[in-house]
């Protein structure tokens, strides 16, 4: 059974672009959920995705959005970039909400902002 | 709001040592804890969880047992091999928090022969 899948791997961006990042998640998973992941301040939630529909999202300003396909498949985008984006982005999927339920990552899109 | 707090790192020990790593954690509610490990150039992926007070979660020699009246899930290894070498994550969730998953900032381990 294939694993999360992210895209890019890895990307350079320069200040004032944007960048689209994409995750295919396990098949069968319907819940996408993003983390940023940065050495000062390790991971931080950015927002879940079920079944089409945003269902919690975190303190992040407005210029980090995403949405979900009908497939499932994931995408992250973040506009205006600023260095302080350069980060991991993790993708982790997983079958359903329930509290105990394992998160399934992928091995995650490094950003670099220049 | 939930918060995790585990120990700062790098922890750095030889092969065969005991390992402990502290985490605690400040939730609302009854939450779910985990461990979560991310190997070099990987992404994180999990190590053990426990769902409810006192239960112990064990995987690959390591242990945790969620302790409610300390707020603490710590990690332990009886015998650390250079392949444990790692960032290691706690995480909690709690009832009703979807994927919003709380994780700590990650404690790296390096274990020398």
């Known amino acids: 059974k294939a694993g999360v899948t992210q895209t890019p791997r890895y990307l350079i961006k320069t200040r004032g672009q944007q960048v689209t990042l994409s995750c295919s998640p396990i098949?069968?998973?319907?819940?996408v959920s993003w983390y940023q992941q940065t050495p000062g301040q390790g991971l931080q939630f950015l927002f879940e995705?079920?079944?089409?529909?945003?269902?919690n999202k975190g303190n992040f300003p407005g210029r980090f959005s995403g949405r979900q396909f009908s497939n499932s498949r994931s995408e992250m985008n973040v506009s205006t970039l600023e260095l302080g984006d350069s980060a991991l982005y993790l993708c982790?999927?997983?079958?359903?909400?329930?509290?105990?339920?394992?998160?399934?990552f992928g091995e995650g899109s490094r950003l670099t902002v220049l | 709001g939930n918060s995790v707090t585990q120990m700062e790192g790098p922890v750095t020990l030889s092969e065969e040592a005991f390992l402990t790593i502290n985490c605690t954690y400040t939730?609302?509610?009854?939450?779910?804890l985990f461990w979560y490990v991310q190997y070099p150039g990987e992404g994180l992926q999990l190590l053990l969880k426990?769902?409810?007070?006192?239960d112990k979660g064990s995987n690959k020699g390591f242990e945790a047992t969620y302790r409610k009246e300390t707020t603490s899930f710590h990690l332990e290894k009886g015998s650390v091999q250079v392949s444990d070498s790692a960032v290691y994550f706690c995480?909690?969730?709690?009832?009703?928090?979807?994927?919003?998953?709380?994780f700590g900032t990650g404690t790296k381990l390096q274990v020398i022969p």
């Open positions: 982790a999927s997983s079958p359903e909400a329930g509290e105990d339920g394992e998160l399934f």
């Open positions: 098949s069968g998973h319907r819940s």
């Open positions: 995705y079920f079944s089409e529909t945003q269902r």
């Open positions: 939730a609302t509610g009854y939450p779910s």
């Open positions: 426990a769902t409810k007070a006192d």
């Open positions: 995480a909690l969730r709690t009832s009703g928090g979807y994927q919003k998953v709380t």
